[in-house]
């Protein structure tokens, strides 16, 4: 073989390993990184507030439901009260409380609003659902719920706060009754509230408190770090978001739409996403403790 003949084919096995270094390379770098699957939550539940009746009760229920149907877990159904609109009438449970989110399969804990106290049938809702008196507590893999009645703020149920929140339990711990400890709307910051649960939220330094009352979805922080949180956009009439904020928390989302909440626990992580009838993300908060 002549010179210049072994030259061309030296100079075309170059150029063909060339070549190929370039394909692998280009072939890696379109390839997705491996990942890991995201772990499964060890719980999920969702949250109501201000629903029974209302004009986009059944568009929220929808929107949960596809919500959960993508493959999302599931365990319970959590209320900040006014459940059972307008006057919380025993005749109206079922259709209420029970039909919208008949597919769903999980239990519904509940606390009560002041409308569903109005004609006196509060307790009958409760044994409804097949629960204790308020206050209670209930638990899932990761996360204590305790739920209080706002509709008598008084010193027996500030001391079994107290008490409960005191005790061994999880780290995660969320607090869940009706009239909001902070509000900048309709109905506002509860006095009561903020005089007598808040400063034992505070220091326990609950993950989470999670209201009603006024319609719309509303976050605050206050400087201890804990969320409170008005969930009262479950299918009743919105309310507008208004500037009447009464300080000690900080507000850090708004928004006047029918929505309900998800929540996750991860071990010592707890996120809750609030979602609108759209299926669209309102607003999400992770909290580690």
Not at 17 to 43: G, H, I, S
Not at 132 to 143: H, M, T, V, W
Not at 171 to 200: K, M, Q
Not at 220 to 229: D, E, H, Q, T
Request: aromatic share 8%.
């Amino acid at each position: 073989m002549s010179m210049r003949r072994r030259v061309l084919v030296w100079v075309a096995a170059v150029f063909l390993a060339l070549a190929a270094l370039v394909t692998v390379r280009e072939l890696t770098r379109a390839r997705p990184a491996c990942a890991e699957e995201e772990a499964p939550p060890d719980t999920a539940f969702a949250v109501l507030g201000d629903f029974g009746g209302g004009e986009a009760q059944a568009d929220v229920a929808a929107a949960l439901e596809s919500w959960t149907r993508s493959g999302r877990r599931l365990d319970a159904v959590l209320t900040t009260g006014d459940n059972v609109n307008q006057c919380g009438q025993v005749e109206d449970f079922e259709a209420h409380l029970v039909t919208p989110y008949r597919d769903l399969d999980v239990p519904m804990w509940a606390t009560l609003g002041n409308r569903d106290i109005l004609t006196g049938h509060g307790d009958a809702q409760l044994e409804f659902l097949g629960l204790p008196d308020l206050p209670y507590a209930k638990e899932l893999p990761g996360i204590q719920l305790l739920f209080l009645d706002s509709n008598r703020v008084d010193p027996a149920q500030a001391a079994w706060l107290d008490e409960t929140l005191s005790a061994p339990g999880p780290a995660l711990r969320v607090v869940l009754f009706h009239h909001p400890a902070y509000s900048c709307g309709f109905n506002g910051a509860t006095p009561e509230v903020l005089d007598t649960w808040v400063p034992i939220l505070e220091k326990h330094r609950v993950a989470a408190v999670l209201n009603g009352h006024d319609h719309y979805f509303e976050r605050f922080v206050s400087p201890a770090g804990v969320n409170y949180v008005v969930t009262g956009g479950g299918g009743m009439f919105l309310l507008p978001i208004e500037d009447r904020c009464t300080p000690g928390a900080d507000r850090v989302g708004a928004g006047s739409v029918h929505h309900f909440l998800y929540g996750e626990v991860h071990g010592a992580m707890l996120t809750l996403t609030a979602v609108d009838t759209e299926g669209q993300v309102v607003d999400e908060i992770e909290v580690a403790r």
